[in-house]
């Protein structure tokens, strides 16, 4: 079957500091990847995504690199600010799983000014 | 804005009432998926509809249902609540199966 696994939160850091949550997966297919990531008080939104190895993902200054030799999807940003305080979510679809989104558990990030 | 609309934003209901929760996809989305986010269980996948048919079960309880409409708004009806059932209910949407999927702010559901 399909699962996703996150570094376990909480994560705290100052403002400036760079930021890697580690995710790694198991699919029976190809998957595409995604990282989500819900505010404080709102839904979830799409950050980033990737759809094929090697594939790199990136917006608001984070990135992450579709690994298929380590399984992983680890989501890095260079210097973090307060406004990135947020649940960040690791995920993936599969074909062989008709598309279903799985989730990872989130990772709670905190960024201290 | 992800173009995914869910009404109420809030609610606060009793154990054992009933309540529906709407769901708009983006516009031209065909398909749509409601997910269960609780403290306890994570992100938990409900059900995903197609054009108006039912495409894929999850962990959905069967005091819950669901439907897509023709005009693609989705509904998800959940009865009998029990406070257990208090979560964050997202509903989101994809062009098709396999395409990308955005979702709604969620609906709060609080059972007292």
């Known amino acids: 079957g399909n699962s996703v696994t996150q570094m376990e939160g909480p994560v705290t850091l100052s403002e400036e500091a760079f930021l890697t949550i580690n995710c790694t997966y198991t699919a029976t297919g190809y998957p595409s990847l995604f990282w989500y990531v819900q505010y404080p008080g709102e839904g979830l939104q799409l950050l980033l995504k990737?759809?094929?190895?090697?594939d790199k993902g990136s917006n608001k200054g984070f990135e992450a690199t579709y690994r298929k030799e380590t399984t992983s999807f680890h989501l890095e940003k260079g210097s973090v600010q307060v406004s990135d305080s947020a649940v960040y979510f690791c995920a993936l679809t599969d074909p062989t799983n008709d598309y279903k989104l799985s989730f990872g558990a989130g990772t709670t990030v905190t960024v201290r000014a | 804005d992800s173009g995914v609309t869910q009404t109420p934003k809030h609610l606060i209901t009793a154990t054992g009432q009933r309540v529906t929760l709407r769901c708009s996809p983006r516009s031209g989305d065909l398909s749509v998926y409601w997910y269960q986010q609780s403290l306890d269980q994570g992100l938990q996948f409900l059900i995903q509809y197609y054009n108006g048919e039912e495409r894929a079960k999850g962990n959905i309880l069967e005091r819950f249902s669901a439907q897509q409409f023709p005009d693609l708004h989705s509904e998800l009806n959940l009865s009998s609540l029990e406070l257990g059932d208090s979560a964050l209910y997202f509903c989101a949407s994809s062009a098709a199966v396999g395409n990308t999927i955005y979702f709604g702010e969620g609906s709060w559901l609080t059972v007292v």
């Open positions: 990737a759809t094929k190895a090697d």
